[in-house]
């Protein structure tokens, strides 16, 4: 399996439909690669709250329009990312939207976890409640965005459900790029499944990107990984190796579940 990452830059200069069209072509250029990638929230950038309700548009607005056309001319699997999704029924949600080669929509995930404790988008937008998973041809994709890095039970949820390969669109700070790196190898490593973790570049909000999109393989090693700035990360690996992997070292089925709860000693 192909895979291209695009770390695109997400700068306040530019304006949204400008960096929507300049996706598009950066999308139509993968031709060629079985799965396409771009971050979270790249039309706004995912600190810019202020833009969040200003540029909110519905599942199937501009950028599903957009998106679904370059999926297709460029006749490849696309998670285009997410968007400030306008739920006319509800709040606001971050939603990742994943096209077939055909441009037909196969998924759409609403963001778990929000993030910014009490401001920011965990205020702003709703919470999804729905695990998501993708069949491709050959592999089963797990969606999940983000700040949805630091749980766990997510993955674990993604993987008991047939997920391969786990893709996460994206928009992480530099101050914690650390995090970011560690918590995509542990992710693959605990579900022995490969990460496709895709960010932003730029500065946005006054918060500068990490870029280091990163690509990981279910033993934990690292097969790609990008640098700071705007790029294209082109990786191949073989799905298979998540079955042969997990069939040589078979952590997974010494799991205990449906464990007591502690026992407290005073
Ligand atoms: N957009 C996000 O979810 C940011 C997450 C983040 O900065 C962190 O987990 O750290």
Redesign the pocket.
Known sequence: MRASLIQIAVDEDESVEARRQRAAALVREQAGADLVVLP??WTTG??AYEEFGREAEPLEGPTYDVMAKAASDAGVWLHAGSIPERDPEGPLYNTSLVFSPSGELAAAYR?I???GFDKG?AVLMGAGRELVTVRLPGTTLGVA???D??FPELFRGLADAGAEVLVIP????ER?RA?WTLLAQARAVENQAFVLACGTAGTHAGVPQAGHSIVVDPWGEVLAEAGAGEEVLTVEFDPAKVATTRDQFPALKDRVLGLAPPHHHD
């Open positions: 979270e929230l995912a600190f963001k976890h929000r993030f988008e965005t983000c700040y890095l630091r994206a928009g992480w700070p914690r995090h």
